[in-house]
């Protein structure tokens, strides 16, 4: 038999290969599962961030790879920490990134009759117990990774006694703190997580979903596994730190009569040079004012990275090269940034922007004229076709792009030197207009109108090729480019945030001056200024002018590193 592969192969072939991968399809081949069911499990009680997106990716890719379904749930448990808000930018940011869970949106809360009804089930079984130690005391009965723990003196409560108290609890009888519902497992247990550990907490708090009908909660862990097991998920994927909580998962579904058995694999967490990838972290940057907010361009949340531009493709893709393992690393944010340069090198539209503009007349241009020229949109797309450039006696260029001493290397304008102005002319350096203070403050140039379209006529050439505006329909813009919201790769967060914060994270650069159709982008539409980075329009412009944020620059440190090898 010839070996060429089959569809199904070559398919299986292009899929990412993991041990989850791996664990699903020999699931799938053994006939342990039919289909399979994933989902994706947000706390509402903050933004997500890119940790998420790898999540995501994986819950919803696996699903989508295996002909499966993967559903979002808010594993809301905690009223006092979670909100609409956090529940409503969840959806919006899962939507952005591409993926969709269809009619596969739960709630933890929508399983709390059923969770209370397991809870009474496990004081029955004799396996539960209402406990009045105090939050201190009870941390002391707990013992330590070394030493056991020791038997609350209300562990041994009738299971009368413990219904009543817990249906007291319910009733609202008693004050936050005052008693907990805990499971009676092993407190001498080697794994702390199975010492009995608290499964209901009373918490007199209103729920963004069941508003006041509830006054005890379940715990994250009592809530997690049973809502796998209520939505029949098949693969209960989550990160390493989860693993100890394992056995007590397992625990929960051998004692409930749950309907399904999930099964639950962890993977590592993402993990980012210069930035924090934890909630409450990033909480804390929000709420000691380090950034603007939530979706400040400089954070990692996929609101922040959105405002700035990164394309949710290039985080998708970026998720795929992180891939799936089971051991911790740190990932360069060079690596992101290659992945957003790769997409929006391919369709940013190209335009021109002045950020530091120094005045050049072109005094063989007559006055009081201009003219149209023709402009590629984009050279890596044909089909985003051209635009008409005006041009005229004065002009915008990069006052860095001009040098009075100029060595020889500096290939761009200096006195007596030509260069091309992108899409347009030749022009030569004739003459440096200084102040009083012998600050440069105009440059004289000549032009030559056989060179038009920016081509020799004569095989004359140029080294340097440079950007620049027509001052006459210029657009003044704020331009905010960005930097790493923290100074070290490896952020050393033990002195607090500040002290790690980098404060160059944010440069503002006021009276930019843009090609006029610049003006017409739109928050989340990429463009690339030449020469200069990828951008894109901030939604705190005005009217009279657009604010842009540079989303990356231009030179690839990623790419770069892994040519040297
Ligand atoms: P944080 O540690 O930032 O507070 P979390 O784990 O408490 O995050 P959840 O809302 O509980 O936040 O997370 C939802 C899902 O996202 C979980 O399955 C969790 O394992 C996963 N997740 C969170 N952070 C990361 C990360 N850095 N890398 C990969 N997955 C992550
Ligand atoms: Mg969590």
């Not at 409503?88 to 939507?95: K, L, Q």
């Not at 009870?138 to 056991?148: A, F, N, S, V």
Request: hydrophobic share 35%; proline share 6%; aromatic share 10%.
């Amino acid at each position: 038999m010839a070996d060429t592969p089959t569809a199904a192969e070559t398919e299986a072939d292009d899929r990412p290969s993991d041990f989850i991968r791996d664990v699903i399809a020999d699931d799938l081949a053994s006939g342990k599962h039919t289909s399979i069911v994933t989902r994706f499990p947000p706390e509402p009680n903050g933004f997500l961030h890119l940790g998420h997106a790898k999540s995501i990716c994986l819950n919803f890719g696996v699903a989508a790879e295996f002909g499966g379904h993967c559903s979002l749930r808010f594993d809301d448990t905690n009223p006092v920490k979670e909100e609409q808000k956090y529940i409503d930018s969840i959806m919006e940011d899962v939507r952005w990134l591409g993926f969709d869970w269809g009619e596969h949106l739960h709630h933890a809360a929508d399983y709390f009759e059923t969770f209370y009804a397991w809870a009474e089930h496990l004081i029955t079984e004799g396996k539960a117990y209402v406990d009045d130690l105090s939050p201190e005391e009870m941390r002391e009965y707990r013992g330590t990774l070394k030493e056991p723990g020791k038997d609350s003196p209300h562990r041994n409560r009738s299971v009368d006694e413990n219904l009543d108290m817990f249906r007291r609890m319910k009733a609202g009888e008693f004050e936050n703190g005052a008693r907990v519902l805990r499971a009676k497992i092993d407190m001498a247990s080697g794994n702390i997580n199975m010492r009995d550990p608290v499964i209901y907490r009373i918490l007199h708090a209103k729920h963004p979903r069941t508003g006041d009908t509830w006054c005890i909660y379940p715990t994250y862990d009592f809530a997690h596994g049973q809502g796998d097991a209520l939505e029949h998920v098949t693969h209960s994927l989550c990160t390493l730190e989860f693993a100890d909580h394992r056995p007590l998962y397992d625990w929960f579904i051998e004692n409930l009569p749950v309907p399904a058995v999930p099964r639950q694999y962890e993977f590592s967490r993402l993990n980012l040079t210069h930035t924090v990838l934890s909630k409450r972290r990033l909480i804390e940057l929000v709420e000691e004012n380090h950034v603007t907010g939530w979706n400040d361009p400089r954070m990692p949340t996929l609101s922040g990275l959105r405002r700035r531009g990164y394309p949710p493709e290039a985080i998708v893709d970026f998720s795929g090269r992180v891939g799936i393992t089971k051991s911790d690393n740190t990932i360069e944010y060079a690596l992101l940034e290659h992945c957003v340069r790769q997409d929006l090198n391919k369709r940013a539209e190209r335009r021109m922007a002045v950020l530091n503009p120094l005045k050049v007349v072109i005094t063989n241009y007559p006055k009081g004229e201009s003219e149209m020229l023709d402009a590629v949109n984009n050279p890596e797309d044909e089909s985003a076709g051209t635009r008409q450039v005006s041009f005229g006696r004065e002009l915008w260029i990069e006052r860095d792009d001009f040098m009075e001493d100029a060595p020889k290397k500096f290939f761009r304008l200096a006195p007596g030197r030509e260069v091309r102005l992108r899409w347009a002319y030749f022009v030569t350096c004739t003459d440096v207009i200084k102040d009083d203070a012998g600050e440069i403050v105009e440059l004289h140039c000549t032009y030559d109108p056989a060179t038009k379209g920016g081509d020799s006529p004569d095989g004359r050439k140029v080294k340097g090729t440079m950007h620049w505006v027509h001052a006459a329909d210029a657009v003044n813009a704020e331009v905010r480019n960005y930097g790493h919201l923290f100074r070290d790769a490896e952020p050393d967060l033990s002195s607090g945030l500040e002290a790690a914060i980098n404060p160059d994270s944010v440069e503002i650069v006021t009276d930019c001056k843009l090609e006029p159709s610049l003006a017409k982008f739109s928050p989340g539409v990429p463009v690339q200024f030449e020469r200069l980075g990828y951008y894109t329009m901030d939604p705190d412009g005005t009217t009279t002018a657009p604010v842009f944020n540079r989303t990356v620059g231009l030179r690839d440190t990623w790419a770069k590193e892994k040519k040297k090898g």
